[in-house]
C-alpha cells in the first residue's frame, strides 16, 4: 500500500537556522512522483516542488532544497537560514500508478515554527 | 493563467442542516477535480475526486456526496451535517491525466458544525 510518513509533527527553531523536514514514503510502483505543498496560515496549500522516481539528483532552489534517496525511501526538504515567513505547514505527498494517476496520497504534514 | 474559487470561506452550520460549498475552475478544460478534508491539526482525506462531468469516485463512505454538473464545477454537499463533519475543506484541481500532475488548490473553507 501506498503510505507517505512524515515522523515530525512539529519544529520550532529560530531564524537564520538550517532545518530539515523528513518524509518517508512506501509504494510497490516502480514510477513515481513524490511532492511538497506549503500551508501557510492562510490555509491554501501552495505547490514547492515535484520529482520523479528516476531522477535521484538533489535540487536547490534559493534557500530549500530537497534530498531524494531511493534507498532509503526518503525526500527530505532542507530549509536554509530559515526565516519568520517559512513558518507554515509542509506537507509531503506520494503520487503512482496504484492510485490510478488521479490520487495523491498526503503525509500527516510537518508544523514549522520560525521566531525571530 | 488558471484560477480556483472556492466558497464560502467560512461557514458556520447547525447539527442536521444541509450543506453545499462550491468550487470552480478558470483558465482550463477537462480539469481533474478534488474535495480534500482537513480535521484540525491533521493531514488532508481525499473525499472525492472527478475525472470528468457526471464522474465522481468517492473515497471515504460518509453523509457527504460531490456533484460535478459543469466541466470546471464541483460541489460538495451534505443533506444532514454531523459534528464530525467539522473541519477545512480543500478544493484542489490538477491538469489532464497522469501521476506526475501537480495539484493547485483553493483557498479553503471552514466549516464549523454546532
Known amino acids: 500500500a501506498q503510505k507517505v510518513t512524515q515522523a515530525q509533527t512539529e519544529i520550532s527553531v529560530v531564524e537564520k537556522e538550517d532545518v530539515t523536514l523528513d518524509c518517508v514514503y512506501e509504494t510497490r510502483d516502480t514510477t513515481y512522483y513524490l511532492f511538497w505543498y506549503k500551508q501557510p496560515p492562510s490555509g491554501e496549500l501552495v505547490f514547492l516542488i515535484r520529482r520523479n522516481s528516476f531522477d535521484e539528483q538533489n535540487e536547490i532552489s534559493g534557500r530549500y532544497s530537497w534530498n531524494f534517496q531511493k534507498s532509503t525511501s526518503s525526500f527530505n526538504f532542507t530549509i536554509t537560514a530559515s526565516q519568520v515567513v517559512d513558518s507554515a505547514v509542509y506537507f509531503c505527498a506520494l503520487c503512482d500508478l496504484n492510485t490510478g494517476g488521479f490520487k495523491t496520497i498526503f503525509g500527516a504534514g510537518t508544523r514549522l515554527f520560525v521566531k525571530a | 493563467s488558471q484560477t480556483i474559487h472556492q466558497w464560502p470561506a467560512t461557514l458556520v452550520q447547525p447539527v442536521g442542516s444541509p450543506l453545499s460549498l462550491e468550487c470552480t475552475v478558470e483558465?482550463?478544460?477537462?480539469?481533474?477535480l478534488y474535495w480534500y478534508r482537513q480535521a484540525a491539526g491533521r493531514g488532508l482525506q481525499l473525499l472525492f475526486y472527478s475525472v470528468g462531468i457526471g464522474q465522481i469516485s468517492s473515497e471515504v463512505p460518509q453523509n457527504l456526496s460531490a456533484s460535478r454538473p459543469q466541466d470546471r464545477q464541483f460541489i460538495l454537499s451534505s443533506k444532514k451535517l454531523l459534528l464530525s463533519d467539522s473541519g477545512f475543506y480543500l478544493c484542489?484541481?490538477?491538469?489532464?491525466?497522469?501521476?506526475?500532475?501537480?495539484?493547485?488548490f483553493g483557498a479553503g473553507t471552514r466549516l464549523s458544525v454546532l
Open positions: 484542489a484541481w490538477s491538469p489532464g491525466t497522469g501521476i506526475q500532475n501537480i495539484q493547485y
Open positions: 483558465g482550463t478544460s477537462n480539469p481533474n
